[in-house]
């Protein structure tokens, strides 16, 4: 029996430093399972600042200082976030980084999910993220945003128009709704078919092995339901 496709939901914000690690460390697990496991991959928001001005924007050093508590802190906090970035291949400009309200951003998230959207909402994901954690980029204002849609294949004004809208925000809101429905209090979080969550940014290995198990079980409770016949062992 073939295994089923097993669907990802990556519960993450466009400002979280460990969101963007556990994307490339997740990636190439994507990568080694490939062929072995048929994985379907979706971005659902989060905000680690669902009370950031909307509109304005301060240096992340500031942002750290007065969250954890001191310019010391900040600093051994950014420094050790770059650190784990650089093992990954991403080189942060924590200096340039600036902290803004993420909810356009998730809105344009959502709108790349959607069916007809020109550019896959993974491609978009990475865009944003690189756009503030290495470009140093507003990423709450709608023209940067509207400038990376377009780096990436999205009509630009198109992206204008429709972050001058409301559309998306209800949708948005509920994904932000259900996240703390089901108890998601830090991101990465990583939920697989619904049932079960892998918090953190695992290392790859971690990863290969969880979907592994998970894919296994999932296959079982397929068998189990179908009554199908498998590994010459027949379940009636």
């Known amino acids: 029996m073939n295994a089923p496709a097993i669907q990802v939901e990556i519960w993450s914000d466009v400002v979280c430093p460990w969101c963007y690690i556990g994307k490339r460390r997740f990636e190439r697990a994507v990568q080694e399972l490939a062929g072995e496991i048929d994985l379907d991959i979706v971005y659902r928001p989060y905000q680690l600042d669902p ?74 994901k990475e865009r944003l993220l690189r756009a503030y954690f290495v470009d140093g980029l507003d990423i709450g204002d709608p023209e940067t945003l509207a400038d990376c849609a377009a780096e990436i294949g999205f009509d630009r004004d198109s992206v204008i128009e429709f972050l001058e809208t409301d559309r998306g925000r209800r949708e948005v809101a509920a994904f932000l709704e259900q996240a703390a429905d089901c108890g998601i209090s830090a991101v990465p979080t990583y939920v697989i078919n619904g049932q079960w969550a892998i918090p953190g940014a695992q290392d790859t290995e971690t990863f ?19 009554g199908v016949c498998t590994d010459d062992v027949c379940d009636v």
Do not use: C
Request: hydrophobic content about 45%; proline content about 5%.
């Open 51 to 124: 009370t950031a001005s909307p509109g304005k924007s301060q240096p992340v050093f500031e942002a750290y200082s007065r969250k954890f508590g001191g310019p010391e802190r900040a600093t051994a906090i950014i420094s050790r976030v770059t650190e784990a970035a650089a093992g990954d291949g991403l080189a942060f400009r924590m200096d340039l980084a600036l902290r803004a309200n993420t909810l356009l951003a998730h809105r344009l998230l959502w709108l790349a999910e959607q069916a007809g959207s020109p550019v896959p909402q993974d491609l978009l």
């Open 208 to 226: 290969v092995n969880v979907l592994r198990r998970l894919s296994q079980k999932v296959i079982a409770e397929a068998v189990a339901e179908a």
